[in-house]
């Protein structure tokens, strides 16, 4: 079976900045081919182009932008076994080959957990209620997960699993499931995979946190990332809860943050490949937060 990485850069080039330096990261680790999928507003730097063993053009859709497009990845895959990565993440270590053989045979694997009641999905732009979705959507729990990293495979319930996620994102359930994300017309794309799978009876992969397939930097208080020796190991405290380390192989940077730790470690894979190291003035932070409601006026 053909098995392969495949990345999302769409909409804005500085995506395809970013899937360079994935692509960077796992061609000094792995030899599986990487492709990438873009649409009509990419531009591609021809130094790019040889990093991707497929540069595939999507059409664009309507009602669909940014994180959403994850919902389409089943239809333009070139792969019968695939791990798809966003692009701001970036491979560390050789064990990702342990996931490879561990996920063999399964037709859709996240990493998550199942939760049945209280906040879910929640960031600076929006939350949602575990006890309420599973009500209204029938089902036993959601999954609590980062989207940033899926594996699937080529055949009948993966391609269910996709097409239930479009069909739900485009009832009339989307918003009592999901939120607006980042861009005008996006909606947050794991609040939907989340209530599909445990649908569909798809348990999340439950990875030990100091052997995980995706470390993500949200309430980081320190880490290490170290790409020569292939370590990447974050201490992770979220509010009122005890610090965690979390440790594993492809380490999701989540709005690059941070930034300045991101933007190291890409110069650093630039430099070995003789690239231009990043313009880090095109990528400046920033803080997203959901629109306040406004206040009644007296009568």
């Given at each position: 079976?053909?098995?392969?990485?495949?990345?999302?850069?769409?909409?804005?080039?500085?995506?395809?900045?970013?899937?360079?330096?994935?692509?960077?990261?796992?061609?000094?680790?792995?030899?599986?081919?990487?492709?990438?999928?873009?649409?009509?507003?990419?531009?591609?730097?021809?130094?790019?182009?040889?990093?991707?063993?497929?540069?595939?053009?999507?059409?664009?859709?309507?009602?669909?932008?940014?994180?959403?497009?994850?919902?389409?990845?089943?239809?333009?895959?070139?792969?019968?076994?695939?791990?798809?990565?966003?692009?701001?993440?970036?491979?560390?270590?050789?064990?990702?080959?342990?996931?490879?053989?561990k996920l063999s045979g399964q037709a859709f694997i996240i990493e998550?957990?199942?939760?049945?009641?209280?906040?879910?999905?929640?960031?600076?732009?929006?939350?949602?209620?575990?006890?309420?979705?599973?009500?209204?959507?029938?089902?036993?729990?959601?999954?609590?997960?980062?989207?940033?990293?899926?594996?699937?495979?080529?055949?009948?319930?993966?391609?269910?699993?996709?097409?239930?996620?479009?069909?739900?994102?485009?009832?009339?359930?989307?918003?009592?499931?999901?939120?607006p994300f980042k861009h005008e017309g996006e909606y947050n794309d794991?609040?939907?995979?989340?209530?599909?799978?445990?649908?569909?009876?798809?348990?999340?992969?439950?990875?030990?946190?100091?052997?995980r397939l995706q470390v993500t930097t949200p309430n980081m208080v320190?880490?290490?990332?170290?790409?020569?020796?292939?370590?990447?190991?974050?201490?992770?405290?979220?509010?009122?809860?005890?610090?965690?380390?979390?440790?594993?192989?492809?380490?999701?940077?989540?709005?690059?943050?941070?930034?300045?730790?991101?933007?190291?470690?890409?110069?650093?894979?630039?430099?070995?490949?003789?690239?231009?190291?990043?313009?880090?003035?095109?990528?400046?932070?920033?803080?997203?937060?959901?629109?306040?409601?406004?206040?009644?006026?007296?009568?």
């Amino acid at each position: 079976m053909s098995e392969g990485y495949i990345a999302l850069a769409m909409d804005d080039s500085r995506y395809m900045d970013l899937a360079a330096n994935l692509a960077l990261s796992i061609r000094r680790l792995d030899t599986r081919p990487i492709s990438v999928i873009v649409n009509k507003a990419i531009h591609i730097k021809p130094e790019y182009r040889a990093l991707f063993d497929s540069i595939i053009e999507a059409p664009d859709e309507p009602d669909i932008r940014g994180a959403m497009n994850k919902a389409r990845l089943y239809h333009y895959t070139p792969y019968e076994r695939t791990m798809y990565v966003d692009t701001d993440c970036i491979l560390f270590s050789h064990r990702v080959e342990f996931f490879w053989r561990k996920l063999s045979g399964q037709a859709f694997i996240i990493e998550g957990l199942r939760q049945t009641t209280g906040p879910v999905f929640g960031c600076s732009l929006g939350v949602k209620d575990a006890a309420t979705i599973r009500a209204r959507m029938n089902v036993p729990y959601v999954i609590v997960c980062n989207t940033g990293v899926l594996y699937f495979e080529r055949n009948p319930q993966a391609e269910q699993v996709f097409n239930r996620v479009l069909a739900l994102y485009r009832s009339p359930e989307r918003d009592h499931i999901s939120y607006p994300f980042k861009h005008e017309g996006e909606y947050n794309d794991e609040p939907f995979f989340g209530v599909v799978l445990p649908a569909m009876g798809i348990a999340p992969l439950d990875s030990p946190l100091t052997h995980r397939l995706q470390v993500t930097t949200p309430n980081m208080v320190d880490g290490v990332f170290d790409l020569d020796i292939g370590n990447v190991q974050v201490l992770k405290q979220a509010a009122g809860q005890a610090a965690q380390v979390w440790s594993g192989v492809i380490c999701h940077f989540c709005g690059l943050a941070p930034m300045d730790t991101y933007f190291d470690l890409a110069d650093k894979l630039r430099r070995e490949a003789g690239f231009p190291i990043m313009d880090r003035s095109q990528f400046q932070p920033v803080v997203l937060h959901a629109p306040q409601p406004m206040a009644s006026s007296a009568s």
